[in-house]
């Protein structure tokens, strides 16, 4: 059966809808970032980034989320566009897009704005500002489209909710009313079946919810070379 190793965050949840919307049978292992099991020789070897998520199906090892999506996609044959070279491009552009923009900088402005030692304010505009651009974008496209891809569902859209939903904490309230349609995405795929069970695996096993020095250091490793 394949294992999927996940925590809560954005990333694994783009793969737990999958997997949930799929049907694909999975067993869930999930990696505590701030107990450190991410950074465990049995998780490495796995995933030499010490990142999750990451899956094993059989004799094939794959990690990053988008990488994931994209390779249960090919799979199953499921939530892809039409094969057509026009579409093709479409799917990876947009898949990227999500890959390289809208997860880092989300995370960035994440980081600097609530975890980081020092309230560094040209690194909490920088990110909040990217961060907004991107999801301005996914909401000029959402204005065009109904998902990303036109009309249907794809594994585009996953990637978009995997982020969009915790996109309040990420850019604040007042700039999550003004992206009505990736509200709406949110909204629509939030109410399917297969995303309230993703949702859910949160309480198939106990995660640690402080914040505290383990947890720092275990998250934040860099901070160690500030006091040296």
Do not use: C
């Given at each position: 059966?394949?294992?999927?190793?996940?925590?809560?965050?954005p990333?694994?949840?783009k793969?737990?809808?999958?997997?949930?919307?799929?049907?694909?049978?999975?067993?869930?292992?999930?990696?505590?970032?701030?107990k450190?099991?991410?950074?465990?020789?049995?998780?490495?070897?796995?995933?030499?980034?010490?990142?999750?998520?990451?899956?094993?199906?059989?004799?094939?090892?794959?990690?990053?989320?988008?990488?994931?999506?994209?390779?249960?996609?090919?799979?199953?044959?499921?939530?892809?566009?039409?094969?057509?070279?026009?579409?093709?491009?479409?799917?990876?552009?947009?898949?990227?897009?999500?890959?390289?923009g809208?997860?880092?900088?989300?995370?960035?402005?994440?980081?600097?704005?609530?975890?980081?030692?020092?309230?560094l304010?040209?690194?909490?505009?920088?990110?909040?500002?990217?961060?907004?651009?991107?999801?301005?974008?996914?909401?000029?496209?959402?204005?065009?489209?109904?998902?990303?891809?036109?009309?249907?569902?794809?594994?585009?859209?996953?990637?978009?909710?995997?982020?969009?939903?915790l996109?309040?904490?990420?850019l604040?309230?007042?700039?999550?009313?003004?992206?009505?349609?990736?509200?709406?995405?949110?909204?629509?795929?939030s109410?399917?079946?297969?995303?309230?069970?993703a949702?859910?695996?949160?309480?198939?096993?106990?995660?640690?919810?402080?914040?505290?020095?383990?947890?720092?250091?275990?998250?934040?490793?860099?901070?160690?070379?500030?006091?040296s």
């Open positions: 059966m394949l294992k999927f190793y996940y925590n809560t965050a990333n694994p949840m793969v737990a809808l999958f997997l949930e919307e799929s049907g694909l049978p999975y067993e869930p292992v999930p990696i505590d970032g701030r450190g099991d991410q950074h465990r020789p049995e998780y490495l070897a796995i995933n030499p980034n010490g990142k999750v998520p990451a899956i094993v199906d059989g004799e094939v090892t794959v990690f990053d989320s988008n990488a994931i999506l994209l390779y249960l996609a090919e799979k199953t044959g499921k939530f892809l566009p039409e094969n057509t070279p026009v579409a093709q491009g479409q799917l990876l552009s947009w898949l990227m897009f999500v890959a390289t809208v997860g880092p900088y989300s995370g960035q402005a994440v980081h600097f704005k609530h975890h980081a030692v020092e309230k304010r040209y690194a909490i505009n920088r990110y909040g500002y990217e961060a907004e651009r991107h999801f301005g974008i996914l909401d000029a496209r959402l204005g065009k489209h109904h998902f990303m891809l036109g009309d249907a569902y794809t594994i585009v859209d996953m990637a978009v909710w995997g982020w969009a939903r996109a309040p904490f990420v604040g309230e007042d700039e999550w009313a003004k992206l009505s349609n990736v509200k709406r995405l949110v909204d629509e795929i109410a399917r079946p297969a995303a309230a069970r949702v859910a695996l949160k309480d198939r096993h106990v995660f640690k919810a402080e914040m505290d020095d383990e947890a720092r250091r275990h998250m934040f490793p860099q901070n160690t070379r500030l006091a």
